[in-house]
């Protein structure tokens, strides 16, 4: 009895030996779960009480466990009672959901009656102008019609040849601006035909990226086959965070603005990722390197 409790109250050097067997060091760790170092050396020594809190004890065991490849709800649980209570979870796969991003929150499209409001003011004015012109244009035609009937029926003339002139002017100029339309037409889906998605790395680096003829927002989505810690920054901000299980997969949909795109790969051997549908190689030499950092550049 007394070498099982012995084995319950070691969960610190359970954690310790699997790191160790992964060949992560702390500092290691530190960069992959994001958890400071002073707490995790605090997890190995089973000294809970330098943690921010109960919740905390059991969150950062979990991902600790979760990380070197053991189940941490099934350690929560065998270890339950020497551990603190905790009242909440977190749900770390979906906490780009729990917290979008502020670009996602300030693009909500306008409504038909608010572009329509908008432009009223427009519409207004522009009636009142083409009403003035028209009255213009009236008095000039009843001036000049009084003046004479001679001069009336020689401005009838010269109206009707100018009128045919005129008319033929604009079905010329019609009939060019549909070829020039055509043309453009042409020319854009010539050019959108020959526009493909590429991704190639910088230079001879395995470790810099760039896409071109990407989407308007590109949709990246990470699979693991083992459970992989991945994080996602844009810009300088973090986007998306977060560990994978086996097997499991999460899409992550790049703001518009994204020009720099960081990936942080904690298990890398284990996670794949495509954009927009196509494969990123983002190890085309095969390192067998478990944490990696890609940068990718969008043009």
Same mark, same amino acid.
């Given at each position: 009895?007394?070498?099982?409790?012995?084995?319950?109250?070691?969960?610190?050097?359970?954690?310790?030996?699997?790191?160790?067997?992964?060949?992560?060091?702390?500092?290691?760790?530190?960069?992959?779960?994001?958890?400071?170092?002073?707490?995790?050396?605090?997890?190995?020594?089973?000294?809970?009480?330098?943690?921010?809190?109960?919740?905390?004890?059991?969150?950062?065991?979990?991902?600790?466990?979760?990380?070197?490849?053991?189940?941490?709800?099934?350690?929560?649980?065998?270890?339950?009672?020497?551990?603190?209570?905790?009242?909440?979870?977190?749900?770390?796969?979906?906490?780009?959901?729990?917290?979008?991003?502020?670009?996602?929150?300030?693009?909500?499209?306008?409504?038909?009656?608010?572009?329509?409001?908008?432009?009223?003011?427009?519409?207004?004015?522009?009636?009142?102008?083409?009403?003035?012109?028209?009255?213009?244009?009236?008095?000039?035609?009843?001036?000049?019609?009084?003046?004479?009937?001679?001069?009336?029926?020689?401005? !009838? =003339?010269?109206?009707?040849?100018?009128? *045919?002139? /005129? #008319?033929?002017?604009?079905?010329? &100029? $019609?009939?060019? %601006? +549909?070829?020039?339309?055509? !043309? =453009?037409?042409?020319?854009?889906?010539? *050019?959108? /035909? #020959?526009?493909?998605?590429?991704? &190639? $790395?910088?230079? %001879? +680096?395995?470790?810099?990226?760039?896409?071109?003829?990407?989407?308007?927002?590109?949709?990246?989505?990470?699979?693991?086959?083992?459970? $992989?810690?991945? %994080?996602?920054?844009?810009?300088?901000?973090?986007?998306?965070?977060?560990?994978?299980?086996?097997?499991?997969?999460?899409?992550?949909?790049?703001?518009?603005?994204?020009?720099?795109?960081?990936?942080?790969?904690?298990?890398?051997?284990?996670?794949?990722?495509?954009?927009?549908?196509?494969?990123?190689?983002?190890?085309?030499?095969?390192?067998?390197?478990?944490?990696?950092?890609?940068?990718?550049?969008?043009?």
């Amino acid at each position: 009895m007394s070498e099982e409790n012995e084995a319950k109250s070691s969960i610190g050097a359970r954690l310790k030996a699997a790191r160790t067997a992964k060949g992560l060091t702390i500092d290691d760790l530190q960069q992959i779960t994001k958890i400071q170092k002073r707490y995790l050396i605090a997890i190995e020594d089973e000294q809970f009480d330098k943690l921010p809190g109960d919740f905390y004890v059991r969150a950062f065991i979990k991902q600790y466990a979760d990380t070197v490849d053991l189940d941490g709800n099934a350690l929560l649980k065998e270890y339950s009672d020497e551990l603190p209570t905790s009242h909440a979870e977190v749900n770390v796969q979906n906490v780009d959901e729990v917290q979008p991003t502020r670009t996602s929150s300030r693009e909500q499209p306008s409504s038909p009656t608010n572009r329509v409001r908008n432009y009223l003011p427009t519409i207004i004015i522009t009636a009142i102008v083409v009403l003035i012109l028209l009255f213009i244009w009236f008095m000039a035609v009843r001036t000049h019609t009084s003046s004479s009937t001679a001069t009336s029926t020689s401005s !009838s =003339s010269t109206q009707v040849s100018s009128s *045919k002139a /005129s #008319s033929k002017a604009s079905s010329k &100029k $019609a009939a060019s %601006s +549909s070829a020039a339309k055509a !043309s =453009s037409k042409k020319a854009a889906a010539k *050019k959108s /035909s #020959s526009s493909k998605q590429t991704i &190639k $790395a910088t230079g %001879s +680096s395995d470790t810099a990226y760039r896409l071109t003829n990407g989407a308007k927002k590109n949709k990246v989505v990470l699979k693991a086959t083992k459970a $992989a810690w991945t %994080s996602v920054t844009t810009n300088g901000s973090t986007t998306w965070q977060g560990t994978l299980t086996a097997g499991g997969s999460h899409t992550v949909t790049l703001p518009s603005s994204a020009t720099t795109v960081k990936f942080q790969f904690g298990n890398a051997v284990a996670t794949s990722a495509t954009i927009n549908g196509k494969k990123f190689n983002f190890n085309p030499n095969n390192s067998s390197t478990q944490v990696r950092t890609i940068t990718l550049t969008i043009k």
